[in-house]
Structure formats: structure tokens, C-alpha cells
């Protein structure tokens, strides 16, 4: 509800008498009295006096207050939340100019009346007697009343609320309070609630005096914004002939606002607050923002609205924030920091957004089922420094999964990752002091009758999916490059289940998908907190070579957590909540050794590094590993394929597939998307743009050499072909060796059969055998057709 069109009272100051003030106040309010009597008299006294007791006042307000999220920087607005667009400010912290020009446009006599126009009073009594029109004028005292009584859902006669409550203000606040009330609370039009909001919508200014003097509202920007409040908005029903004040919004429109202005410029002198000379030389400002029918939008519906919500559900696990009502974040007025960087994000969003210009050549254009994500981490904080789970911030979530408001889980981002899963199990050899270069026997089969994979078995023996040229005799850091399912199956069984899960577990994998006999879809094991050796039990020895879904966050957390040296960091969305001045809650960085001493580390970023899909031709060490995974029971389509790395500064991974759950298929027709040729070119592009607008020295980031202790130097060109790469000199250290954790190894199960179809370039490709890869639904999957779960040899 607007402040009465017709209020432009002049009244001057009352003369002042030699009576008590106590008697004056008490002789003034005899009017008043009378006046509020006879309109009560007018609507039913018993009505009136019991409106008099339940009538609320300004403590009985909860007014909504938007809340705005931020990029890391703390000041470029990320999502505004919350049922209306306003940001209250104190009274005291209020810069003259809208204090003043207020009182001059609404109420001339506010500082001296006693909250009620007790003549229009009489007026509206008497048309409500004789059934005439409405009657008379309110002050801003009444017309702050008016507003309060609507937030509470009064409906009893406007005039009686108007002047039943203004008189209890009167009696229980200071002027000053009331008229902060007010300026906080009435509209302004474009959907701005309160001064400030007006002025950051109308003209990218504050009210706030300690603002810099060139953000600040001037006198005569104030006095625009406060010729609106005569009317926020267009009639709708006659937009034309009753277009407002904006001066944007028409010519008619503009003339209006010129008129109230030059109104309101009169009434400034006549409260003394511009002296004749002040008021000729004043200007109209022409500095009013155009109409931005954008500009109401939240930003909920961008791919940061994914983060929105990543933010909301983070904040609602805290000690702060957990047993709040839905909407108390949302309509709180608090400043969130998040942890995204707006560098990184657009990096992140030029490059997985395939349907933009920006994205790789080798994914745009592409048919409209498929789908990226990528996640980037900083190494050492966790803090998430971008996040990409879709375009559109309100519908599915193909990076991770969250907690809505509800406290259900919601999302789509898990998928099997394939062989980027071998990073896991590559950490945790290093870990138990297996050398890169130990040699395995890497036919292009082999059985494990110890895990159910032999020739008379459903699934068959572990096959590679590639040949390399080191076969069949192949160090562990060649079978990496090559991606070979039947090393790395076989290491996983050394290793053990236990171990390979609790590495991932401890980098930063959280949750993972297992298959559960007589369930249609897979469950979510909450690794977090429990050592491999209680999770195990849900998971075979494919765990190894990728067959059970994580997140793309989670995968890149683990990322950054190999970046950091072994040292693992919280991810999370949030640097610091405020409210005003009060500080709510500030991130804490911890960080945990995964039992990863400097020698592993190297010799995990030396292998790494070696992978073809992983190098950047900008001058940093990089280090990474692809993965792809089959479409149900077909031996030649692909339904995920990834790319997971990192250089000492960050971290990401990058996941494509479809949203439909249908096999990746190129707008030509073909089935050959892998890891390298899918997610692959959308990781190398993010990276070298992330790298470069971060404005970071790679050789502050230089990874250490192994030493390859007791063992011969890494195989020549002569010996046995490798990728090789031009390695600098390192300069800084690696984290100091730290104990490594042990744990029994129980005896792997065997479930469902599984392996990996290409990802290295340097790899021979070979006959594709059968497989059995699954495809795990998330928390809450957006209206598609999930792939049906089979089994055949791997």
C-alpha cells in the first residue's frame, strides 16, 4: 500500500507559549482524541477499542531485509535473496540529504506534530458518517503506521489503523526512530523497499554517510527518489495517464518527477535546509539509471545460483545458522562472502558452458544432451574458487549435491569416474612405498580369482581396454599413462579395497554410490568420518578402476588436496556472513596430512604429469589423469568421460556427459568420445585461462623431483618409449613426511564387473571388450531416463 497521492502539508512550526510542555502536549492531544473518537464512533466503538489494544508497533515487526552473496572479493554481488529487495540502515548512519528531503516531500510539520493530521482525521470521520469520499492527508508518522499494519495483516478501516497507531508511536519513539522506520520501510518503485535500496537502484549510489562523498545520495538525487514515493509505481490499470514519477518510464512520467522536485526544492527552504541561492543553482539530476527489466532478478537463475545453494546448505550445518526457519538466511539482511572467485568463475563458465562461443572447439555445438561440469579448488584452503554444475541456476546440479531447505538432498553430480579414479590408488601405492617404477605383468587379460574376475566367472577376467608398448612387462608409471585396467585391478588387490577408499576418503572424496543387491538405484555411503576398512564392505575391487559414482567436487577437492603437497583442506563456498557491522561467522582453514611424505608426493606429480591430456603449454607444472566410462553393455559408446589434475595453485575436475542418460554421440554421428577428446579440451582450456587471470608465478609452484630411492633412474627413449616433458627446477619444498597410517586389509569382494575404455592419447587402442559399467542416480536427478544397469565380462 502507497502513501496518500494527496499529502503535501505545509503547515508551518506551532508558536511556542511560556506553558509546561507537558500541558501543551496534553491540550494538543485533546483533538486529536476527539478526532479519533468520532471516526471510531463511525466504524463501531466496541471494534475500535478493541483495535486499540491489539494494534501492532514497530518491536512487533520482522521486516524482510534482503540478503546479498557475494564474490570473493566481498563486493561484487553474486544473488540477491529474499521476498523483497531492501537493505536497512540505521538512522544514525543515514546521510542528511534523504532525511531532509523526506520530511520536505511527505510531511512539512513532522518535527513538531504529534503524529496525526488530526484535521484529515475529523475529514475521514465525517465522510465515513455521511458515506462521503475519503478525506484528507497523512503524515509520515500515519503512513509508516499504514505500512506496519499491512506487514501484520490488519484490515479494519484505514483511518482508525492510521491514527490508532501513530498515536502509540508518538507516545513510544523518538522522532528520529520513526523516521528511520520509515525510510527503511516504504517503496520506491523497481521493486526497491527503503531508501537505500532506491538509491542503489536509481542510481548506483548509498545513504550512508560514511560512504565515500562520490557514493553518497546528493540533496537533489534525494529529492528524485523522494518524489516517488507520492506513487512507487504505474497504475496498471491506466499505465499511461498514471505513469508515476521514474523518469525513465515515460515523458509523462519525467514531467512528474520534475514537478514533485521542484515541490520538494521549495519545501527545502522552507525547513531551512537551502537557502534561496542554494535551491536556483540546484540542478535536476540526470543521472537516473535506465530501467533494467533485469535488474530485479536475484541471480538465482545463473549457473551461480548453483552455488547459491551449495552456500545456503553450508551455512545451515553451522552452529549459527542449523534449526533456523527456511527463510531466515534468505530475509535476514546478512553479507555473505563466498569463497568463488570471479576470475576463475568465468574461466569456469567460458569453458564448460558448451553452449557458448567460448567453449572448446571439440565440445560446442554439440547435441543439446550433453552436459559438463567442472569444479576448481584451492590447494591448501579448500576454498571453492569456481563451480559450474549447469546454466541454469534453478535446475539440476551435475557437480555435487546439497542440502535444500528442506533438509532432502538435491543435486545430480555423481558419475563413475572411470580411470580418473587411479589417481587414488596411484597415492595410496606411493604411500605403502610402492615405486612408480615397480614392474606389473600387464597382459591384455588376466584373471583374479581372488575377486571373482576369471574366465568362467559373469563378468570374465580384467581386460585392458588399451595396449602399450611397455606390455607385458610395464613399471606402474607406464600402466598410468596407459590407463591399464589389469595393473591397476591388480594393485587395488594388493593394496586392498580398504586402503585404496580410505586415500580417496582422506583427499576428499565424501561420499561415493555403491550398487545394493535388490535396489534399483545406487545408495550413497557416506565415507566422511570412517576409515576404509569400515567402508569397504559396499565396494569391490572395481572400486580401483572407477566403477562406483562420485562428485566432481569431491574429485576436486582430492585434486587439491595432491596439489597441496598431502595436506588436505575443508572444501567449502564460505568466507565470512555479517550482518551490518557484526561479524557472524568467518571461514576456518584447517588442513590434515594424508600420510603422503615428500617422496610420494613426487613421484605422485612425477606419473601424473606424464599423462599426455594433463600438459598446458603456458609454463606450469601440471599434473592429471583422464577417465571414461561406458554406456551399459556396449563395447563402443560412452556415457562419462573425464579429466581431473592440477597445477600447485589449482585445482580442478572436469566431468562431460549427457542429461538424459543416452551415450555421448558427436552432431556427426560418431561414438568416439573419451576422456581426452571430451572433458579433456574443456580441463586444458579452464586451466590456462584460470592460471593466466589469476596473475600467479608458476615458478612459486614448481613440483619437487623424486629421488626414486633404491631403485635404477626412470626408463630412457632407448629402453622403453614415454611421453616425456621439460621439467624445471623446483624451488620451493614439499611437506615434511609425516606417519603413515596403517589398516588391515581385508579380503576384496567381488560385486559387479567393471572397466575403463580409453584415456591416454599415447595409448594402442585394441579390441573393446564387453563391460559392465553402472550408472548411479543422484540425491534428487533432474525428469530423465536413467540407463539400465547390466553385466558382462569386463
Not at 563413475?416 to 596411484?426: R, T
Not at 592460471?691 to 619437487?704: E, G, M, N, S, V
Request: hydrophobic content about 35%; proline content about 8%; some cysteine.
Amino acid at each position: 500500500m502507497f502513501p496518500d497521492p494527496d499529502n503535501e502539508s505545509t503547515a508551518g512550526v506551532p508558536a511556542q507559549t511560556d506553558a509546561p510542555e507537558g500541558r501543551k502536549r496534553r491540550r494538543r492531544r485533546i483533538p486529536i482524541f476527539l478526532a479519533v473518537l468520532a471516526l471510531l464512533l463511525g466504524i463501531g466503538l466496541i471494534g475500535g477499542t478493541y483495535y486499540v489494544d491489539s494494534v501492532p508497533t514497530p518491536t512487533d515487526l520482522s521486516l524482510p531485509e534482503s540478503t546479498t552473496v557475494y564474490f570473493a572479493d566481498g563486493r561484487t554481488p553474486m544473488a540477491k535473496l529474499g521476498s523483497e529487495n531492501r537493505t536497512i540502515v540505521p538512522y544514525d548512519q543515514m546521510n542528511d540529504a534523504a532525511k531532509q528531503a523526506i520530511v520536505a516531500a511527505e510531511d512539512r510539520t513532522f518535527w513538531t506534530n504529534e503524529g496525526i493530521d488530526f484535521k484529515g482525521v475529523l475529514r475521514a470521520a465525517w465522510a465515513n458518517l455521511t458515506g462521503g469520499e475519503r478525506q484528507g492527508a497523512s503524515t509520515i508518522t500515519q503512513q509508516y503506521a499504514r505500512v506496519a499494519a499491512d506487514l501484520k495483516g490488519v484490515t479494519y478501516s484505514r483511518k482508525v489503523r492510521e491514527a490508532v497507531i501513530a498515536w502509540k508511536l508518538d507516545d513510544e519513539y523518538s522522532k528520529e526512530e520513526i523516521l528511520g522506520f520509515y525510510l527503511n520501510t516504504v517503496p520506491f518503485g523497481r521493486g526497491a523497499y527503503g531508501i537505500e535500496a532506491a538509491a542503489q537502484a536509481y542510481f548506483g549510489k548509498t545513504v550512508r554517510r560514511d560512504a565515500p562523498a562520490a557514493k553518497q545520495l546528493t540533496v537533489a538525487e534525494a529529492m528524485v527518489l523522494c518524489a516517488m514515493v507520492k506513487q512507487p509505481e504505474a497504475n496498471p490499470d491506466d499505465p499511461e495517464g498514471q505513469p508515476g514519477y521514474d523518469p525513465e518510464r515515460s515523458p509523462k512520467a519525467r514531467q512528474n518527477s520534475l514537478d514533485r522536485w521542484a515541490y520538494i526544492r521549495d519545501g527545502m527552504v522552507k525547513l531551512g535546509h537551502l537557502t534561496p541561492a542554494e535551491a536556483a543553482d540546484l540542478a535536476y539530476p540526470d543521472t537516473v539509471q535506465p530501467i533494467d527489466p533485469t535488474a530485479n532478478r536475484s541471480g538465482l537463475d545463473r549457473p551461480t545460483g548453483l552455488v547459491v545453494n551449495h552456500v545456503l546448505s553450508e551455512l545451515r550445518q553451522t552452529e549459527q545458522f542449523k534449526d533456523k526457519p527456511a527463510d531466515y538466511v534468505r530475509n535476514g539482511g546478512f553479507k555473505i562472502v563466498s569463497t568463488i572467485d570471479k576470475r576463475v568463475q568465468d574461466a569456469a563458465e567460458s569453458a564448460a558452458d558448451i553452449r557458448r562461443d567460448t567453449a572448446p572447439e571439440a565440445v560446442r555445438g554439440q547435441p543439446k544432451n550433453w552436459q559438463a561440469a567442472l569444479v576448481a579448488v584451492e590447494p591448501g584452503t579448500g576454498r571453492v574458487l569456481g563451480y559450474y554444475g549447469g546454466n541454469d541456476g534453478s535446475g539440476a546440479d551435475y557437480a555435487g549435491w546439497y542440502y535444500d531447505e528442506d533438509g532432502e538432498a538435491a543435486g545430480f553430480g555423481q558419475h563413475p569416474p572411470g580411470s580418473s579414479f587411479k589417481v587414488y590408488d596411484l597415492a595410496a601405492a606411493v604411500r605403502e612405498e610402492i615405486s612408480v617404477k615397480r614392474h606389473f605383468h600387464s597382459p591384455d587379460t588376466k584373471e583374479f580369482p581372488a575377486s571373482g574376475r576369471t574366465k568362467d566367472s559373469p563378468a570374465g577376467p580384467i581386460r585392458n581396454a588399451e595396449r602399450a608398448s611397455c606390455q607385458p612387462d610395464c613399471a606402474l608409471w607406464e600402466a598410468t599413462v596407459a590407463s591399464l585396467n589389469v595393473t591397476y585391478f591388480e594393485l587395488t588387490e594388493k593394496l586392498g579395497t580398504d586402503k585404496v577408499i580410505d586415500m580417496a576418503t582422506r583427499a576428499g572424496v565424501d561420499s561415493m554410490w555403491a550398487n545394493k543387491k535388490g535396489d534399483s538405484k545406487p545408495k550413497r555411503i557416506e565415507l566422511r568420518g570412517h576409515p576404509g576398512a569400515e567402508t569397504a564392505e559396499h565396494f569391490s575391487t572395481e572400486v580401483g578402476i572407477g566403477q562406483y559414482g562420485i562428485t566432481v567436487e569431491d574429485h576436486a577437492n582430492g585434486m587439491a588436496t595432491f596439489a597441496a603437497g598431502g595436506k588436505r583442506a575443508e572444501a567449502h563456498f564460505v568466507r565470512s556472513v555479517t550482518k551490518g557491522d557484526e561479524e557472524i561467522l568467518e571461514e576456518q582453514l584447517t588442513q590434515t596430512e594424508v600420510g603422503l611424505d615428500e617422496e610420494a608426493i613426487a613421484q605422485l606429480n612425477w606419473t601424473l604429469s606424464r599423462v599426455r591430456a594433463a600438459r598446458l603449454d603456458n609454463g606450469w607444472d601440471t599434473a592429471g589423469k583422464t577417465g571414461t566410462w561406458q554406456a551399459g553393455q556396449s563395447t563402443t559408446k560412452n556415457l562419462h568421460t573425464w579429466m581431473v589434475g592440477y597445477t600447485g595453485a589449482l585445482a580442478a575436475a572436469t566431468w562431460l556427459g549427457t542429461t538424459d542418460g543416452k551415450p555421448l554421440r558427436t552432431k556427426d554421428g560418431s561414438y568416439a568420445v573419451y576422456g581426452a577428446s571430451g572433458a579433456g579440451p574443456i580441463w586444458q582450456q579452464f586451466m590456462a585461462e584460470a592460471t593466466a587471470a589469476l596473475k600467479l608465478d608458476p615458478d612459486k609452484y614448481r613440483f619437487a623431483e623424486p629421488k626414486f630411492p633404491n631403485d635404477a633412474p626412470p626408463p630412457t627413449a632407448t629402453t622403453r618409449p614415454a611421453p616425456t616433458a621439460t621439467r624445471p627446477t623446483p624451488t620451493t619444498a614439499t611437506p615434511t613426511p609425516t606417519a603413515r597410517p596403517t589398516t588391515a586389509r581385508p579380503t576384496p569382494t567381488a560385486t559387479e564387473p567393471s572397466c575403463d575404455p580409453p584415456d591416454c592419447a599415447t595409448a594402442v587402442p585394441t579390441g573393446r571388450p564387453t563391460r559392465t559399467p553402472t550408472r548411479s542416480p543422484e540425491p534428487s536427478p533432474p525428469p530423465s531416463s536413467e540407463p539400465p544397469r547390466t553385466s558382462a565380462p569386463g
